[in-house]
């Protein structure tokens, strides 16, 4: 006998599904990810922070849960929407099943619904604030509840689901590679050579993955709370600066605007999503929300400057204008191919350039790891002596 559970929308849409997870119910913006793997790391990317999550791969939980796959300490979504739900796992990494984990972690889940549904719904309608319950809450009271929800616009996230204090990190892909073809995925390690770069990496809803690549591409990472001032950067003598990505909108993160407008031209510059946001609105541009967001590892983004198509990892729901920007000190490097929006750019006299994908892709292609050589080159351009940005 299974447990029924709702999913409500604020438009009084109801799907009657089966309850998974944990005897609770929550609310956030609801939003589709099309990712085929990698459950558990988009459970743990801080990013969909306010969020319910609807997984379009229709069979969730066969894999189960290991701590390997974590993007942070805790899973962030507000609720999970799936076709089929495994209450079994079976796979040598497992070490728990995906209903004992969400459980763990206090969160609901409903399964047994028509996903295709719900996704040609927001996809017409956009995203739409809802609540899942799995606590035998009525309906009628869920659409209320999903109504006094705030929208995603104007909500400043970054800061909550920051660290509180700085931290070393020095973990590289090679420390989680424990199966036979680790290497021939293409994961290099550091080979126990020096670090060469010192890198401050903002968190804003940072993802592990992120700090294992950058360690991989021999930089000392220290990663620093959203609100760390350009000032205290400085003094760190930092080679580079890294943006993470994060939840939420970017025009009400104003502090980290005011820093990266005092950190360009000083420092190399690498940001990606929210960071890549916040670059755009540091350069005097404006940034606007999607109707429905890109999230999964599927989304096929051109390269300006190579004429090359690389499949990138996504998950935002506001998008930089790139008729906003300054054309005489902005070119725009990269472009989604799905809707023609703004993927990338880059400035023409300083050391900063920004994507608004995850390089990192956990889960998701290798395509665009080249960023983050494309950092490291850039950091060393920077240090060399007499160099004129210097």
Same mark, same amino acid.
């Given at each position: 006998?299974?447990?029924?559970?709702?999913?409500?929308?604020?438009?009084?849409?109801?799907?009657?599904?089966?309850?998974?997870?944990?005897?609770?119910?929550?609310?956030?913006?609801?939003?589709?990810?099309?990712?085929?793997?990698?459950?558990?790391?988009?459970? #743990?990317?801080?990013?969909?922070?306010?969020?319910?999550?609807?997984?379009?791969?229709?069979?969730?939980?066969?894999?189960?849960?290991?701590?390997?796959?974590?993007?942070?300490?805790?899973?962030?979504?507000?609720?999970?929407?799936?076709?089929?739900?495994?209450?079994?796992?079976?796979?040598?990494?497992?070490?728990?099943?995906?209903?004992?984990?969400?459980?763990?972690?206090?969160?609901?889940?409903?399964?047994?619904?028509?996903?295709?549904?719900?996704?040609?719904?927001?996809?017409?309608?956009?995203?739409?604030?809802?609540?899942?319950?799995?606590?035998?809450?009525?309906?009628?009271?869920?659409?209320?509840?999903?109504?006094?929800?705030?929208?995603?616009?104007?909500?400043?996230?970054? +800061?909550?689901?920051?660290?509180?204090?700085?931290?070393?990190?020095? #973990?590289?892909?090679?420390?989680?590679?424990?199966?036979?073809?680790?290497?021939?995925?293409?994961?290099?390690?550091?080979?126990?050579?020096?670090?060469?770069?010192?890198?401050?990496?903002?968190?804003?809803?940072?993802?592990?993955?992120?700090?294992?690549?950058?360690?991989?591409?021999?930089?000392?990472?220290?990663?620093?709370?959203?609100?760390?001032?350009?000032?205290?950067?400085?003094?760190?003598?930092?080679?580079?600066?890294?943006?993470?990505?994060?939840?939420?909108?970017?025009?009400?993160?104003?502090?980290?605007?005011?820093?990266?407008?005092?950190?360009?031209?000083?420092?190399?510059?690498?940001?990606?999503?929210?960071?890549?946001?916040?670059?755009?609105?540091?350069?005097?541009?404006?940034?606007?929300?999607?109707?429905?967001?890109?999230?999964?590892?599927?989304?096929?983004?051109?390269?300006?400057?190579?004429?090359?198509?690389?499949?990138?990892?996504?998950?935002?729901?506001?998008?930089?204008?790139?008729?906003?920007?300054?054309?005489?000190?902005?070119?725009?490097?990269?472009?989604?191919?799905?809707?023609?929006?703004?993927?990338?750019?880059?400035?023409? +006299?300083?050391?900063?350039?920004?994507?608004?994908?995850?390089?990192?892709?956990?889960?998701?292609?290798?395509? +665009?790891?080249?960023?983050?050589?494309?950092?490291?080159?850039?950091?060393?351009?920077?240090?060399?002596?007499? +160099?004129?940005?210097?």
């Amino acid at each position: 006998m299974h447990r029924p559970a709702i999913l409500a929308l604020e438009d009084g849409r109801v799907f009657n599904g089966r309850a998974a997870g944990a005897i609770t119910r929550r609310g956030g913006e609801v939003v589709f990810n099309t990712s085929l793997t990698g459950y558990q790391e988009v459970f #743990t990317d801080p990013s969909y922070a306010g969020q319910i999550v609807c997984l379009t791969y229709p069979h969730i939980g066969n894999v189960g849960a290991n701590v390997d796959d974590e993007e942070a300490k805790k899973p962030y979504i507000e609720s999970l929407i799936v076709r089929e739900f495994s209450q079994i796992s079976s796979n040598w990494r497992s070490a728990e099943t995906a209903q004992l984990y969400l459980n763990r972690h206090k969160i609901p889940a409903i399964w047994d619904i028509d996903t295709r549904a719900l996704v040609r719904h927001i996809r017409k309608v956009g995203a739409l604030r809802g609540v899942v319950a799995t606590d035998g809450t009525p309906a009628d009271q869920l659409i209320h509840e999903a109504k006094q929800i705030p929208s995603m616009t104007g909500q400043e996230l970054a +800061s909550r689901v920051s660290c509180a204090k700085q931290y070393m990190w020095n #973990t590289g892909s090679i420390d989680l590679a424990t199966s036979p073809w680790a290497e021939q995925m293409g994961e290099a390690g550091t080979g126990g050579e020096a670090r060469n770069f010192r890198v401050v990496a903002y968190d804003f809803g940072i993802k592990q993955n992120i700090l294992r690549l950058l360690v991989d591409h021999h930089c000392e990472v220290c990663v620093v709370p959203a609100q760390t001032t350009a000032k205290e950067i400085l003094e760190m003598g930092a080679d580079g600066v890294f943006l993470s990505n994060g939840p939420g909108d970017p025009e009400p993160v104003e502090y980290a605007v005011e820093n990266i407008r005092n950190l360009i031209g000083r420092v190399p510059v690498f940001g990606i999503c929210l960071g890549h946001q916040l670059c755009g609105l540091a350069l005097g541009g404006k940034t606007f929300k999607l109707k429905f967001g890109h999230h999964g590892s599927n989304h096929p983004v051109k390269n300006l400057l190579t004429e090359q198509v690389e499949i990138t990892a996504q998950n935002h729901g506001f998008c930089v204008d790139p008729d906003s920007l300054p054309s005489k000190e902005v070119e725009i490097t990269h472009i989604n191919l799905n809707d023609q929006t703004n993927e990338g750019m880059r400035h023409k +006299s300083h050391p900063l350039f920004s994507v608004q994908y995850h390089p990192e892709a956990s889960p998701g292609p290798h395509d +665009s790891h080249y960023l983050f050589t494309q950092f490291t080159d850039m950091m060393q351009e920077f240090q060399k002596p007499g +160099s004129s940005r210097r």
